[in-house]
Structures are given as structure tokens and as C-alpha cells.
């Protein structure tokens, strides 16, 4: 089971793969901190999570934008020697311009990057593709860069999938029912080669599969299965108050690690069990007014997203502050760590304590600038963007077992696939994809 990631980030879906048995042939991104995050841990010789063991010749193991290696001649024959050589294309295009977190700008031009990844699926001929984006993916624009606009990105993604030879199903996942302690819903476009497998109703195929996975996944890693993970769970042992200077930014406080109590941490540090001090987790330096005012929230605000009232009688201008509620998963975790008060200490989260909340293990670096504001945010990718845009690496990790479970169903021509089974996927505006 081998796969190309196209848009990688700092490596959030490649982890969840690799640690789901698969092996990376080789991975686009543009960004070079995001990419150099990807490559320490999951390419280089020495790295810790390597699954990325014969990167081909061809292609530095360097950052590239898709538009640049598509728009190469020798890389395109390269793709189509790959073809039918691949498992799965899988990417997380930019979800900058979807997002209804932020401006959601219909003429921003990252997002037609989608089709870019469709093109490389023509080429590759996969037996699987896989996009994955946020909830506005699926949403139209009032103002459409395309030539019709009346429809989203994501329904012309799903034509183009479909009349590429593709039988197409649109699924929205939740990362907290395969163990990750964050409710974070995403829409995955599916889509399996009619080539390979016939006609199926992929939609269902993956829901249920992905079904059995979540309680599966749960069970292995030993974590409930009869409710969510919390955030006491995830981050209990990086809230100690031992504050030590932080190794690689001397400047400023750290703490040092408390024993792991939960299967979660254990299993976050199962590869740093002698480490003293975590990576990525320095202390922002709050004025005495801020630690003043998340000290009044601890006191007097129940856990969950502040009032806007509470924030401006205290002197804070943002509307946008959560304290994280230690009996429930964190809501959706963006690229602002400044959203999220800490539950115990009056301190925002730190980059290690998101990335905990994302489920990348301990033993994962990142690198880069720690955070980015002014003219270049929005275009570097910095540590705290890296983490926050990234896909959970347990749901990666659920996805990839799904994928393996379907697959070995079609190649072993499973009588259980016969229930999904069609005669015919219906043209595309007649799937109801999108109610």
C-alpha cells in the first residue's frame, strides 16, 4: 500500500499513514519550514517516523509547488510512468480561502489548487484519491472565480473525479470518534478507480468502514470507546509548574514534564520517555493585565468560548477566546493558539499542547519560526500554522486503515461488497452529494 501526498504540510496525514502500515513514495509542499518539518521527521535517514524509503531520483527532496512540477515535462513523464503503480493520491489542498473561520475570499487562487491535485490523479491513475478540506470546501460562493459560479468547489472537484473514470462520495469525519481529543469535522472527497473496482456506492462504503475503524482504532490504542478523549487526558502532563528555561529559546519558560497518567500522554510519549522538557511548548509572555484577566475567567466564566461582554469589560478586543474544558475534546483547533486558554494555568496553550490536541506525538518537531503575524501571515507556514492546518495524525492513521480494509475487500472480491454495489453511478446532478 504505497501513496503520494500532494500538499503536505508539516506531515499530519503522511504520520497517520505511516502509522497505519503504508509507504510514502513521495510528497509535494510548497512551504519550505512546512516542508522542512516533513522531511526531518518522515524522510531523512535518521528521522524517527521515516516511512519515506526510496524517494525517487527524479524528484529533489526539496520544497515544490504542484503548479511548478506539472508544468515540467519530465516530471509529467515521470507520473505517467507511476501510473497504476500507486495505491492512493491523497491531499489536504489550501483551505485558506474556504474557511468560514476566516475571509472565505471566492477569488482567492489557492482555491483552484484542488483541480491541480485532479490533474495529477489523471496522470497517476491511482486506485484511490483523496481530498481532504474544511466545511466551507462544499459551500458556494457568492463570487465565483470559475466561469458559471453556481456551484462549489468542491461538487466541480466531484465532476471532474467522476468523468476522470472515478466513482465519487463526499463523507464529513470527525476526528474525536477516532481518538483524537478535538472536535474537528472535515469533508474528504473519496473516490476509487471504476478501472479497479467497478461501479460502488463509495459514500457508504467508506461511512461504514470508517465506522468500524473508529471503534477498532480506539480499541488497539486502548483509549475509551464509550466516549470521547478529554483534555485533561491529552495535556495533564504538560501542565506542570517546574518552569525551567526552554532549551532552544533560552529566553523564555518552560516546565518540565509530570509523570503520564492517561493512555493518551503515554502514548504521545512513547518514544521521548527520557526527555525532561518537551519541544515547542514555551510560555508566551502575558502582560500582567492579560494573566489578570484569564486568572478573572478561571474564577468567574464556566469552560467553553467567553462572552463578548466579559472580553470587552476586561479589556480584551477580540471576541474569539475559549478556556478548554478539562471533561470534554477541544473544539476545532485553528492556527491561533491565542484562542485557547489553558484550563488550569492562566497562559494561552502552547504549539506543543496544540499539536498534542491534534494528536502528533511528542517525538514529532517542528520547525521553523514558532509564529508569524504582520504582512506575512497568510503566506509563511510557520510552527503554529503548520500544526493548526494539519490533518489529526490519528485520523490519518483511521483513514489509511479504512483504505486498506476496502481494498482488501475488492481484491479478495468480498461477498460483503456486494451490498455496494451499483449498476451505474449516477451523472452528477442526479448524486445529492451535498444535502
Known sequence: MNYIDFFSGCGGLSLGLGLA??????????????????RRNLVDQDALRRHFTDWPDWLSIEPHAIED?????????????LAGKVTLVAGGPP????????????KDPRNLLVFKQIEAIRLLKPNFALVENVGGFERKFVTRPTSDGSISVAEEAIRELIDSGYNVGKV?????????????????????????????????????????????????????TDRYVNIEEALGDLAGTENVADNEFPDYQTCKY????????????????????????RFNKHSAKVV??????????????????????NGCHSNKRYVLNVDTPCSTVTTAPEELIHYKHPRVVTLREMARIQSFPDDYTFYGRYTLNGPSRGVDVPRNAQIGNAIPPLAGRAIGKA?????????CCDSALEQYRVEKQPKYEQLNLFE
Open 172 to 224: 464529513i469525519i470527525n476526528a474525536a470518534e477516532f481518538g483524537v481529543p478535538q472536535l474537528r469535522q472535515r469533508v474528504i472527497l473519496f473516490a476509487i478507480a471504476k478501472e479497479y473496482a467497478g461501479e460502488l456506492d463509495v459514500k457508504k462504503l467508506l461511512e461504514d468502514t470508517l465506522a468500524k475503524v473508529a471503534v477498532q482504532q480506539r480499541k488497539e490504542l486502548n483509549l475509551p
Open 292 to 313: 489578570a484577566l484569564y486568572d478573572l475567567a478561571h474564577k468567574t466564566q464556566q469552560p467553553g468560548r467567553l462572552s463578548k461582554e466579559f472580553l470587552y469589560e
Open 403 to 411: 483504505i486498506q480494509m476496502i481494498a482488501s475487500a475488492i481484491d
Open 258 to 281: 509530570l509523570p503520564a497518567q492517561s493512555v493518551y500522554q503515554k502514548m504521545m510519549r512513547d518514544k521521548t520517555k527520557d526527555w525532561e522538557v518537551p519541544t515547542s511548548h
Open 21 to 38: 502500515g503504508w509507504k510514502g513514495i513521495f510528497a509535494i509542499e510548497k512551504d519550505p519550514m512546512a516542508f522542512m518539518t516533513f
Open 95 to 106: 483551505c485558506q480561502g474556504f474557511s468560514v473561520a476566516g475571509a472565505r475570499n471566492g
Open 69 to 81: 512540477v506539472l508544468e515540467n515535462e519530465d516530471t509529467r513523464k515521470h507520473f505517467t510512468e
